[in-house]
């Protein structure tokens, strides 16, 4: 059985793929900042190297290498840019990027002893548009799809594939919090823009990723593979 590590597992979409990958017969364990009582939830901070290396070890030794990576943290923060002050703009980078970064170099290690991994990043489809009062975000997600396609091509030979899922307006606490405080509009309106007509749901974004991680997705690397419903802006 293979051994999977979800970013972000307590909530929202991490939580979604967690749950889905484990339906599907994979080894989970989750990496969250807030603390769970839940078995194999993994307390850490991505943007702490040190502790995002203990938890990692502390996974192998309970699950065995790990095989599989879904880098689902994420952190926004609504705010015209003249109003971003420089610590909103490294806390934003540092989780959305950073994060990554930190993961990616604590597991790959194990696939490219194996000879075998899957790693998937959740990115963002303001990557494709833009986005206001979002520029730290959208900047720091849009690294995150050109750091997909690098690694894609330098780890590929070793059997690792390295894909981005975009998604789109999905129904999670972010997003809701977002509403909340004033930023998204008119979400019948945004709904209706939608081909699909509906909001997303995090187990959509979960499907993406599980096919990805699968056996069946070897030949699919280096994509951004957007879950939006049709929707691109």
């Known amino acids: ?106 597991v790959l290690p194990d696939m490219v002893e194996a000879g075998w991994g899957r790693i998937v990043n959740i990115s963002s489809s303001s990557t494709h548009s833009g986005a206001p009062y979002m520029a730290h975000y959208v900047a720091a997600k849009s690294a995150v799809n050109g750091l997909t396609k690098s690694l894609a091509l330098e780890y590929g030979p070793s059997g690792i594939t390295v894909n981005a899922v975009p998604p789109g307006f999905i129904d999670t606490p972010m997003l809701r919090a977002a509403e909340k405080n004033g930023f998204l509009g008119d979400i019948d309106e945004t709904i209706a823009r939608t081909p699909v007509r509906r909001m997303g749901k995090p187990e959509d974004i979960a499907a993406a990723c599980a096919f990805l991680v699968s056996e069946e997705a070897g030949y699919i690397t280096g994509q951004i593979l957007g879950v939006n419903g049709g929707r691109n802006t």
């Open 1 to 106: 059985m293979k051994t999977a590590v979800v970013t972000g597992g307590g909530s929202g979409i991490g939580q979604a793929v967690a749950q889905r990958l484990r339906a599907d017969g994979l080894d989970v364990a989750t990496i969250d900042l807030r603390p769970s009582d839940a078995d194999l939830a993994f307390t850490a901070d991505v943007t702490d190297r040190s502790q995002v290396d203990a938890a990692v070890s502390a996974i192998r030794a309970r699950l065995g290498p790990v095989a599989v990576l879904v880098n689902a943290a994420g952190l926004d923060g609504f705010k015209r840019f003249n109003n971003i002050t420089f610590e909103d703009w490294h806390r934003v980078i540092d989780v959305n990027l950073n994060g990554v970064f930190h993961t990616i170099q604590a």
